[in-house]
């Protein structure tokens, strides 16, 4: 007997059956869906993530076509899953044995334009796929100016969406020891008027004096620390030690 072909249907069907109205209610109040918040109008239908993880898994071999459909859907964890079981499929494409980079670029191109349509609507589902879906992509077809490009310009858009998926891009370059697309990005962001893109640039700053260079990092911090946002500084400092952050916050603002 044939097999049939994972259909959106089947994934929401799945997500349907795991879904638990009171989570609904908490996550519609954790992710600011409310009048004139973030994530305004965005619809839970109360399923956690390592729920969406575990059927994810299951339809790991969904179309390019059928995981449009979840992306289209207004429940946010529809969205979730489809963007999930893309980066499953980016990385098993990236496998040594097998490797098929046409898919991983297929999967890079869908992506961009679902960020563009502004289907990534929310912090959780950027942060779930940029660095695979952007950066890892960018890193590993080794890009360079097009990629810098790539980050500059997503960086500069009027969507938060889009600039957080830049900076979270970026993540993917600094699991790979390099710090250059972070520091390229950050200083222009640091007037950004979104609290979600002072955590999302402290953030990948910490990371680069954890995982690259503190010495990078605190070059940074000395050139820039006076014209950083509180959040975005208490961020990027929050692995140095008690005197070094208590000497950057006391510096004058500019």
């Known amino acids: 007997m044939t097999q049939e072909s994972p259909t ?44 969406i993880r575990a059927v994810a898994k299951r339809f790991i071999g969904l179309s390019e076509a059928q995981a449009s459909v979840l992306l289209d859907s207004e429940v946010h964890e529809h969205r979730l899953a489809a963007l999930v079981i893309g980066v499953l499929q980016f990385e098993r494409a990236g496998r040594p044995a097998g490797r098929d980079e046409a898919l991983r670029l297929r999967l890079h191109e869908a992506y961009l334009a679902a960020v563009q349509r502004g289907r990534v609507n929310n912090w959780d589902l950027v942060d779930t796929s940029a660095e695979y879906l952007v950066g890892e992509y960018l890193y590993d077809t080794d890009a360079g100016d097009a990629g810098s490009e790539l980050l500059r310009r997503l960086a500069a858009s009027p969507s938060l969406w889009e600039r957080r998926v830049a900076v979270l891009a970026t993540f993917g370059f600094i699991k790979h020891g390099e710090a250059g697309p972070t520091l390229d990005l950050a200083p222009r962001l640091l007037d950004d008027p979104e609290d979600l893109m002072h955590k999302a640039v402290g953030w990948m700053l910490r990371e680069v004096g954890k995982r690259v260079d503190r010495a ?20 990027a400092t929050e692995h140095l030690s008690p005197t070094d952050r208590a000497a950057y916050r006391a510096l004058p603002r500019t």
């Open 216 to 235: 990078q990092l605190v070059a940074f911090l000395d050139e820039y620390a006076s014209r950083m946002p509180r959040t975005m500084l208490s961020y």
């Open 8 to 51: 959106a249907a089947g994934v929401m069907a799945a997500l349907a059956e795991r879904a638990d109205a009171s989570d609904a209610e908490f996550l519609q109040r954790f992710f600011k869906t409310g009048p004139g918040q973030y994530g305004e109008g965005d619809v839970f239908i109360g399923v956690r993530v390592p729920q």
